[in-house]
Each structure stands twice: as structure tokens, then as C-alpha cells.
């Protein structure tokens, strides 16, 4: 088991970071489409890549969870994961850029990859540890609601800074 603990999230890791970064171009090459807006980057804010983290984790999450049924606490383990990685990339995106005053696109392609990095190696952790009780549909709904919430603020993003495109200082689509 804790062998296929370590290849369940290597292999997570590895479609997480494939599926991010087509979704990074997802929009632009479906001319716009309406569809793949809420789970693909419309824009260059540090929230439209928070969003290409978390649609792959997810559907990575879901699929994993067909193993794992067993784990009581694996939805729970997947939202501490997730919000791991979704709080790295801003935390580390505005870390760097208030240290050094920009950030190349490398920097920020980095940035992505080590946080979903990071939150997959939580999560093998977290795994690989005795269970622990907590409310797995709560984990799940609170892990769904996320995902409501992106599709929202896609549309409709609050105007703050986490939600602003630097490139052309719009918001949303």
C-alpha cells in the first residue's frame, strides 16, 4: 500500500502538471469559448493559476478516490493538499515579486509546478499516516465548493489585486 501511495501521487503530480498547463492555453484556443472559460486561464492573474492547479487536483482527487474508497480520510487529506498548493501560488508569486520587483515567466511556471509539487507530497504524507478521523463528505463538499467558487469569480472576479491581470490590468474575461 505504501508503494502505491508514493505512484498514486507521482502520477498525480505528473497529470496535474500536464493538465494545468494545457489549460493555461485552453481558452485562447478554443477561440474564447464560454465552456472552457471557468477551467482554463482567461487571463494572466495570480488567480486564473490557481484555478489551472485545482481543476486538474481535482479530477485527479475524484479518480484516485475509486482506490482509496477504503480511506476514510482521503477526502480530507485532498482538501488540505489542495489548499496547500492553491495557497502557495499566490504566497509564493507575491513573496518574489515583493523581494525582487517582477517576476519572469519561468519564475512563475516554476511556482506552479513546485506547489502542486508540494501539496502531492503533503498528500503522500498525510496518506501514508495512520488514519485519522474526520468528515469525509464535508471534506468533499468543501473541496466542490472551491470549484463553485472559481467558476464564479471567473465571471465575476472582486476587484483586488489577486483577481487582476498585470498585462492588461482587466479583470475576469
Not at 111 to 140: H, N, T, V
Request: charged share 15%; aromatic share 16%; proline share 5%.
Amino acid at each position: 500500500m505504501k508503494r502505491s501511495i508514493g505512484l498514486w501521487q507521482l502520477m498525480g503530480f505528473a497529470i496535474t502538471s500536464l493538465l494545468g498547463t494545457l489549460a493555461h492555453f485552453l481558452y485562447d484556443l478554443t477561440g474564447g469559448s464560454p465552456l472552457a472559460a471557468p477551467f482554463s486561464g482567461v487571463n494572466e492573474s495570480t488567480f486564473e493559476h490557481m484555478k489551472l492547479l485545482y481543476f486538474p487536483m481535482l479530477l485527479f482527487a475524484l479518480v484516485e478516490s475509486l482506490y482509496f474508497r477504503e480511506r476514510g480520510d482521503f477526502f480530507c487529506v485532498k482538501l488540505r493538499g489542495t489548499a496547500l498548493g492553491l495557497t502557495l501560488i499566490p504566497v509564493l508569486f507575491y513573496t518574489y515579486n515583493g523581494a525582487v520587483g517582477r517576476s519572469p515567466d519561468f519564475l512563475n511556471i516554476a511556482i506552479f509546478f513546485l506547489s502542486a509539487a508540494l501539496a502531492y507530497l503533503y498528500e503522500a504524507k498525510q496518506l501514508l499516516r495512520q488514519e485519522k478521523p474526520c468528515k469525509g463528505r464535508l471534506a468533499l463538499f468543501l473541496l466542490l465548493l472551491i470549484g463553485v467558487l472559481f467558476v464564479v469569480f471567473t465571471w465575476n472576479p472582486p476587484k483586488i489585486g489577486l483577481f487582476r491581470d498585470p498585462i492588461t490590468g482587466s479583470y475576469g474575461i
